[in-house]
């Protein structure tokens, strides 16, 4: 049958496939393959090889012709093929559909999966893109204008901070000045400007702190009152010059013949007042001629050797007073007194020698 086909031409369908080969003419082409290879015909033995089934003589393409030659000779080749590896391809078809179901089942139960996954890569690449962005700032950083913006920025810091250092320099400075001048103008307010010495208003607070130290202690104190004699005929005569020059030296002379523990202040014009402590009554008449011998020894003023004179009262706590005024108001008493006694003498030579005339209060208490 084969033969006859070969010789006459393979009965050619009615209705053709897409290519000339319809799905019946395809299958009896398989078969009659497959039966040539059970026959043990040679692959050579293609009926599609004779003369009268070659394109020249049925006048299809070359391309149909191949479809018909290589259907039979595929299932020649299937054929020939031993048992064993026929059912291998067979279980290996059926393992590839096998492992196609499975995977659409493990798609459906891994779409968490993936979508966690999917989650991943996205942080994945937001890493990524910052990670790129710091390092271009450290390129930039690393860069000239970057070191150079680094390097304004340490010089401004310099800047300020030296200006700061000044401003501090600046404040401490004018700190400094400021109570530098508040000690100078609370010096000015308690010192007497011609003679350095405590003016009047440290008198009261002196001698009030003083009377309560001597009252909390039991001890004396006693209050000299001093006033310089015929000092108007030296300003008339030497000149307001020579009568500051007096006040100055006297003032010295007050200092070094007094105690460090004795207040030395000027009252006013020539008039002094010596507070001191812890000295007993019977002592204050010596004190008094003392004092005055060691202002009345000469002097220089204007050319001319002077020898200044005294009048002294004193008073003293707790017999003659108890508080600061009446002190003060009674040394000033018993000065006035004595320099009365010295002018009924008629003795007011201002060059002339002789000893102060020294008063005292006589028991009387304010």
């Known amino acids: 049958m084969m033969k006859q086909r070969g010789k006459a031409g393979l009965k050619r369908p009615h209705h053709s496939g897409p290519h000339g080969l319809c799905a019946i003419e395809r299958a009896e082409l398989h078969r009659q393959g497959a039966k040539a290879a059970a026959r043990g015909e040679p692959s050579g033995a293609n009926p599609m090889d004779s003369a009268a089934n070659l394109p020249q003589a049925t006048g299809e393409s070359a391309g149909v012709w191949q479809l018909r030659r290589d259907a039979w000779h595929s299932a020649h080749r299937l054929q020939s093929q031993p048992a064993n590896e026929r059912r291998a391809r067979k279980g290996d078809e059926a393992s590839v559909v096998h492992d196609a179901r499975r995977g659409r089942d493990g798609e459906r139960a891994d779409k968490p999966s993936r979508h966690r996954l999917v989650g991943l890569r996205r942080e994945i690449s937001d890493a990524q893109d910052t990670l790129a962005g710091l390092q271009i700032a450290i390129a930039t950083a690393l860069s000239d204008k970057g070191l ?54 440290v008198l009261w607070d002196r001698l009030a702190h003083d009377l309560a130290l001597a009252t909390r202690h039991g001890t004396p104190l006693a209050v000299f009152f001093l006033d310089l004699d015929g000092f108007k005929r030296i300003n008339d005569r030497l000149g307001h010059g020579a009568g500051d020059q007096l006040l100055q030296h006297v003032a010295g002379v007050l200092l070094r013949t007094m105690r460090a523990s004795d207040t ?66 009674l040394a000033d008493a018993a000065m006035y007194d004595a320099k009365r006694r010295r002018s009924e003498r008629h003795d007011l030579d201002v060059a002339g020698l002789g000893a102060a005339e020294v008063g005292a209060t006589h028991g009387r208490r304010t």
């Open 148 to 201: 150079q913006a680094l390097s304004d920025v340490a010089q401004e810091n310099e800047r300020l901070s030296a200006a700061l250092d000044e401003v501090n320099r600046r404040a401490e400075s004018e700190a400094d000045t400021a109570h530098a001048a508040l000690q100078d103008a609370v010096r000015a307010s308690e010192t007497d400007p011609l003679t350095r010495l405590p003016n009047r208003t």
């Open 264 to 329: 030395v202040c000027r009252f006013g014009g020539d008039e002094f007042v010596i507070v001191a402590n812890d000295t007993p009554r019977d002592e204050l008449p010596g004190l008094a001629h003392k004092i005055s011998e060691a202002v009345s020894a000469p002097c220089e003023l204007a050319g001319e050797t002077t020898y200044p004179r005294l009048s002294i009262g004193f008073s003293s706590f707790p017999k003659d007073a108890t508080e600061a005024k009446g002190l003060v108001r």
